[in-house]
C-alpha cells in the first residue's frame, strides 16, 4: 500500500509505502485509542449520571418530606378546628338540657295549678309524631345546619319560657306569691362564712365574684327551702357539687350547694321550710357548708335581701 503526497509549491508527488505491519500496528493505535477515549467517556459518563440521579433523589426526598410535613399540620388544624367546634357544640347542647329541665319543672306545675293532671298530658313523655315514608331522597344534616338549628332550638326554648311564666304569673294568686317568695335562712342555726360579691378565692387565692352567701354550721346540720316551689335540679354540678335548684315563680329560683346528701329528686314539690338536703363539703369546697344562691329573671342577686328568721 502507497500513500501519495502532493505539495502545491513545487508540485511533486511523495510517495509513502506501508506494509501489512505498518498498517495494522496503526489500526490498533486508532482502535486503542479509541477504546480509552470510550472508556473514559463512559466512566464520565457514568459519574455524572450517578451524581445527577442522587441530586434529583435528595431534592424529591426533601419535597416528600416537607409534603408530608404539610399535610401532617393540615391534619392536626383540622382535628382541633373539628375538637373545638365538638366542644362548642357539647356546651351549646348542656345549656339547652338545663333550659328543658326547668321547662319540664315549670310545665308540671302549670298543669297542676290548671287542673290538667287527669288529662293526657305529661311532660316526661316526648309528643306523638310521625308519618308516610318521603320518596325524596334524604341526606345527611351537615355541622352548619345542625348549629343553625341549635341556634333556632335555643331561641324557641327562650320564648317559651317567657311565655310559660307569664302564665304562671297570671294563675298564681297573691297567696302563693307570698308564698314562694324566697324569705328565710336555708340553716335552722348557723352563721355566714362568705357573703355576696367580690372576694378572695379559697381555694385559688384569685379575686373573684362569689354569687351566693355560704353558710356553716353543725355536723349534719338540715338544708332547707326559704320557700316553697319545684326541684328543677337535685344532683351534681361541675363546681356547686350535690346541688339542689328550686323554682319559685316570678322568676326567683334558689339554690343549695356541696349537699352531702340530697333529699328531694327533680319534679318534688317543697314547702317553706322543708328539709331538702343534709350539709356537705362536696364539690369546690374547704369544708362543711352550705352555698345559697338567689337567682332573679335569670341574674344572682344578694340573698342578704331576702334573708330573716323562718
Known amino acids: 500500500m502507497e500513500l501519495i503526497i502532493i505539495l502545491n509549491k513545487s508540485r511533486k508527488a511523495r510517495r509513502i509505502a506501508f506494509g501489512s505491519y505498518r498498517i495494522t500496528?496503526?489500526?490498533?493505535?486508532?482502535?486503542?485509542?479509541?477504546?480509552?477515549?470510550?472508556?473514559?467517556?463512559?466512566?464520565?459518563?457514568?459519574?455524572?449520571?450517578?451524581?445527577?440521579?442522587?441530586?434529583?433523589?435528595?431534592?424529591?426526598?426533601?419535597?416528600?418530606?416537607?409534603?408530608?410535613?404539610?399535610?401532617?399540620?393540615?391534619?392536626?388544624?383540622?382535628?382541633?378546628?373539628?375538637?373545638?367546634?365538638?366542644?362548642?357544640?357539647?356546651?351549646?347542647?348542656?345549656?339547652?338540657?338545663?333550659?328543658?329541665?326547668?321547662?319540664?319543672?315549670l310545665g308540671d306545675r302549670l298543669a297542676s295549678?290548671?287542673?290538667?293532671?287527669?288529662?293526657?298530658?305529661?311532660?316526661?313523655?316526648?309528643?306523638?309524631?310521625?308519618?308516610?315514608?318521603?320518596?325524596?331522597?334524604?341526606?345527611?344534616?351537615?355541622?352548619?345546619?345542625?348549629?343553625?338549628?341549635?341556634?333556632?332550638?335555643?331561641?324557641?326554648?327562650?320564648?317559651?319560657?317567657?311565655?310559660?311564666?307569664?302564665?304562671e304569673n297570671m294563675?298564681?294568686?297573691?297567696?302563693?306569691?307570698?308564698?314562694?317568695?324566697?324569705?328565710?335562712?336555708?340553716?335552722?342555726?348557723?352563721?355566714?362564712?362568705?357573703?355576696?360579691?367580690?372576694?378572695?378565692?379559697p381555694i385559688t387565692g384569685k379575686r373573684e365574684f362569689h354569687e351566693g352567701i355560704d353558710f356553716a354550721s353543725k355536723q349534719n346540720a338540715?338544708?332547707?327551702?326559704?320557700?316553697?316551689g319545684i326541684v328543677t335540679w337535685s344532683g351534681w354540678r361541675t363546681g356547686y357539687g350535690n346541688l339542689v335548684e328550686l323554682s319559685h315563680g316570678n322568676g326567683y329560683i334558689t339554690r343549695y350547694a356541696h349537699n352531702r346528701t340530697n333529699l328531694v329528686a327533680k319534679g318534688d314539690k317543697v314547702e317553706k321550710g322543708q328539709p331538702v338536703a343534709i350539709m356537705g363539703a362536696t364539690g369546690r369546697s374547704t369544708g362543711k357548708h352550705v352555698h345559697f344562691e338567689v337567682v332573679h329573671n335569670g341574674k344572682p342577686v344578694d340573698p342578704r335581701k331576702y334573708i330573716s328568721v323562718n
Not at 486503542?32 to 459518563?45: D, E, H, I
Not at 418530606?65 to 351549646?92: F, G, P, S, V
Not at 316526648?126 to 332550638?153: H, R
Not at 294563675?171 to 335552722?188: E, N, R, S, Y
Open 25 to 105: 500496528a496503526f489500526l490498533a493505535v486508532i482502535l486503542a485509542l479509541c477504546a480509552v477515549s470510550f472508556s473514559v467517556g463512559g466512566y464520565y459518563s457514568l459519574e455524572y449520571s450517578s451524581n445527577s440521579v442522587a441530586l434529583m433523589y435528595q431534592k424529591a426526598k426533601k419535597i416528600q418530606r416537607e409534603e408530608t410535613n404539610r399535610q401532617r399540620m393540615m391534619i392536626k388544624e383540622a382535628k382541633l378546628e373539628a375538637q373545638n367546634n365538638l366542644d362548642a357544640l357539647a356546651a351549646r347542647l348542656s345549656k339547652l338540657q338545663g333550659h328543658i329541665m326547668r321547662l319540664d319543672a
Open 113 to 167: 295549678m290548671a287542673r290538667l293532671d287527669d288529662m293526657d298530658f305529661s311532660f316526661d313523655e316526648p309528643p306523638g309524631m310521625g308519618g308516610p315514608y318521603s320518596e325524596q331522597k334524604q341526606a345527611s344534616l351537615q355541622v352548619p345546619d345542625f348549629v343553625q338549628q341549635l341556634e333556632q332550638l335555643g331561641n324557641a326554648i327562650d320564648d317559651r319560657s317567657d311565655k310559660l311564666a307569664a302564665i
Open 171 to 201: 294563675l298564681m294568686d297573691k297567696a302563693v306569691q307570698t308564698k314562694t317568695l324566697p324569705d328565710g335562712t336555708p340553716v335552722a342555726s348557723g352563721w355566714i362564712s362568705s357573703l355576696f360579691g367580690w372576694r378572695a378565692d
Open 222 to 228: 338540715q338544708v332547707t327551702a326559704v320557700a316553697a
